[in-house]
């Protein structure tokens, strides 16, 4: 396997154990749901769900059991049904596709056998490609997560581990008012910087090998992600009928989509409303922002004389801290923003337990060293980059995770309300195309 040497020790009951909890989630995000809507419309920006369950148990089968312990296939025509590299996404609603139920069967199948795989000895290779599953998983889940919202199915009931749900109005009601926040920008000096992974960052994808020098100008970033009440403004500004404040690519996506707000916003007698899942609900307006589009992004960062941070200003700001002389960045590079513990409920919102966003100013023990707030969860954060490949770039053995979309994607930081806390970090990259509105997406801004 090519990229595969690493120094880090990796441990199978913990992956086994992460690999339960993956399936429990994803169990929680299609209860509920009709075999109808489990298939769903056919749609750009989402697969079908029974093909998505069924595809990501299929992960594990084909590179841990299949590839790598070389057992046989678990059903026959698996590899026509479910291999997401050779079956096209249109083409997902037309397989004729197992029923919920021998679904059901097949995922447990396959995790039954992980968790027996994962017993036997000591097996570095098999341990990396179980945990690339688990994380892979965790990203389906939270895909399943945003399909439920584009398609107006009702809110899932996802459990906190202790037989209930977090989920009730009161945790996405928030006060309407605006509330005392931490305005303005943090101003971060001019350094040298690291930026992605190393080899003892643990487990990394491809996209984030391997850490070089990036030099940094400085720059001024403010502290919080934008406001639903901040974006409240540019929109009753006219902004989405000025094109001065788009440009050309943007403008045009703006046409297209007839759009005068947010998607998931409306206008009432009442005041401003936001649609969570299948429900509307009066909009919190310090919440933080959530399904804007990169388009959208710049668009208010131009009505707003702003820009967006680039990746690197991103990074440097979540997980830099200033030298002792406060004129420069210490050699230190935190795995978080506020240190290397692994990710709680007080410092940032994960695990889609809120199912929502929330507060801007919410979390203050997660803030960076430079005093940045909510750098991972709540929402993921449009930064200017178009997705590129680190210099010495070399594909892990999932081929497609990444090279596909190199250039013609935007880098997004931070993870969501909806990310695994267990997989998110400072140097985590993901990537969406432009015109997307319908993922976790918010962002923050820079000076000028």
Same mark, same amino acid.
């Given at each position: 396997?090519?990229?595969?040497?690493?120094? #880090?020790?990796?441990?199978?009951?913990?992956?086994?154990?992460?690999?339960?909890?993956?399936?429990?989630?994803?169990?929680?995000?299609?209860?509920? &749901?009709?075999?109808?809507?489990?298939?769903? !419309?056919?749609?750009?920006?989402? @697969?079908?769900?029974?093909?998505?369950?069924?595809?990501?148990?299929?992960?594990?089968?084909?590179?841990?059991?299949?590839?790598?312990?070389?057992?046989?296939? &678990?059903?026959?025509?698996?590899?026509?049904?479910? $291999?997401?590299?050779?079956?096209?996404?249109?083409?997902?609603?037309?397989?004729?596709?197992?029923?919920?139920? $021998?679904?059901?069967?097949?995922?447990?199948?396959?995790?039954?056998?992980?968790?027996?795989?994962?017993?036997?000895?000591?097996?570095?290779?098999?341990?990396?490609?179980?945990?690339?599953?688990?994380?892979?998983?965790?990203?389906?889940?939270?895909?399943?997560?945003?399909?439920?919202?584009?398609?107006?199915?009702?809110?899932?009931?996802?459990?906190?581990?202790?037989?209930?749900?977090?989920?009730?109005?009161?945790?996405?009601?928030?006060?309407?008012?605006?509330? $005392?926040?931490?305005?303005?920008?943090?101003?971060?000096?001019?350094?040298?910087?690291?930026?992605?992974?190393?080899?003892?960052?643990? #487990?990394?994808?491809?996209?984030?090998?391997?850490?070089?020098?990036?030099?940094?100008?400085?720059?001024?970033?403010?502290?919080?992600?934008?406001?639903?009440?901040?974006?409240?403004?540019?929109?009753?500004?006219?902004?989405?009928?000025?094109?001065?404040?788009?440009?050309?690519?943007?403008?045009?996506?703006?046409?297209? !989509?007839?759009?005068?707000?947010?998607?998931?916003?409306? !206008?009432?007698?009442?005041?401003?409303?936001?649609?969570?899942?299948?429900?509307?609900?009066?909009?919190?307006? @310090?919440?933080? &922002?959530?399904?804007?589009?990169?388009?959208?992004?710049?668009?208010?960062?131009?009505?707003?004389?702003?820009?967006?941070? !680039?990746?690197?200003?991103?990074?440097?700001?979540?997980?830099?801290?200033?030298? $002792?002389?406060?004129?420069?960045?210490?050699?230190?590079?935190?795995?978080?923003?506020?240190?290397?513990?692994?990710?709680?409920?007080?410092?940032?919102?994960?695990?889609?337990?809120?199912?929502?966003?929330?507060?801007?100013?919410?979390?203050?023990?997660?803030?960076?060293?430079?005093?940045?707030?909510?750098?991972?969860?709540?929402?993921?954060?449009?930064?200017?980059?178009?997705?590129?490949?680190?210099?010495?770039?070399?594909?892990?053995?999932?081929?497609?995770?990444?090279?596909?979309?190199?250039? @013609?994607?935007?880098?997004?930081?931070?993870?969501?309300?909806?990310?695994?806390?267990?997989?998110?970090? @400072?140097?985590?990259?993901?990537?969406?195309?432009?015109?997307?509105?319908?993922? #976790?997406?918010? #962002?923050?801004?820079?000076?000028?």
């Amino acid at each position: 396997m090519k990229n595969f040497s690493y120094s #880090f020790k990796l441990e199978p009951e913990l992956i086994a154990s992460q690999a339960r909890n993956a399936h429990k989630r994803t169990l929680a995000l299609i209860d509920g &749901l009709s075999e109808e809507q489990l298939r769903g !419309s056919l749609l750009p920006i989402v @697969n079908p769900l029974l093909w998505e369950i069924g595809h990501a148990a299929y992960f594990y089968e084909l590179w841990v059991l299949r590839k790598h312990l070389k057992h046989p296939p &678990l059903i026959a025509n698996a590899d026509s049904l479910y $291999d997401s590299m050779t079956i096209a996404h249109d083409d997902r609603w037309d397989l004729p596709l197992p029923s919920l139920d $021998d679904t059901l069967v097949y995922m447990q199948t396959v995790l039954d056998h992980i968790q027996i795989a994962l017993l036997k000895g000591e097996d570095k290779v098999r341990d990396y490609l179980t945990q690339y599953a688990v994380f892979h998983q965790d990203m389906h889940n939270e895909a399943y997560t945003y399909t439920r919202q584009t398609l107006g199915y009702p809110a899932p009931l996802i459990g906190d581990g202790l037989g209930k749900t977090k989920f009730d109005n009161t945790n996405f009601l928030h006060e309407t008012r605006l509330i $005392d926040s931490i305005d303005g920008d943090i101003d971060i000096p001019a350094s040298t910087f690291m930026l992605g992974a190393t080899q003892q960052d643990g #487990f990394v994808f491809d996209n984030e090998k391997w850490a070089h020098p990036v030099k940094i100008k400085p720059f001024s970033i403010a502290k919080t992600a934008v406001s639903n009440a901040d974006y409240l403004l540019f929109v009753e500004a006219g902004g989405y009928r000025n094109p001065e404040y788009w440009d050309d690519e943007g403008w045009k996506w703006c046409q297209k !989509s007839q759009l005068q707000h947010p998607v998931y916003w409306r !206008s009432t007698a009442n005041g401003w409303q936001i649609k969570q899942f299948d429900k509307w609900h009066l909009m919190p307006l @310090n919440a933080a &922002l959530i399904h804007v589009c990169w388009h959208e992004a710049q668009a208010y960062c131009r009505w707003a004389g702003r820009r967006l941070p !680039s990746e690197a200003e991103w990074e440097v700001a979540a997980a830099a801290e200033p030298s $002792d002389d406060g004129l420069g960045l210490s050699l230190v590079k935190r795995r978080y923003p506020w240190g290397n513990t692994a990710p709680q409920s007080d410092l940032a919102n994960l695990d889609g337990f809120f199912l929502g966003t929330a507060d801007v100013t919410a979390y203050a023990a997660g803030d960076s060293a430079f005093g940045c707030r909510q750098m991972l969860g709540n929402v993921w954060e449009w930064t200017q980059d178009t997705f590129q490949p680190y210099p010495g770039f070399e594909p892990d053995m999932y081929k497609d995770y990444s090279q596909p979309l190199f250039g @013609n994607t935007k880098v997004l930081r931070g993870g969501s309300w909806a990310t695994r806390g267990r997989m998110i970090r @400072n140097s985590w990259r993901t990537y969406y195309g432009s015109e997307r509105k319908d993922v #976790f997406a918010g #962002f923050r801004t820079c000076a000028l």
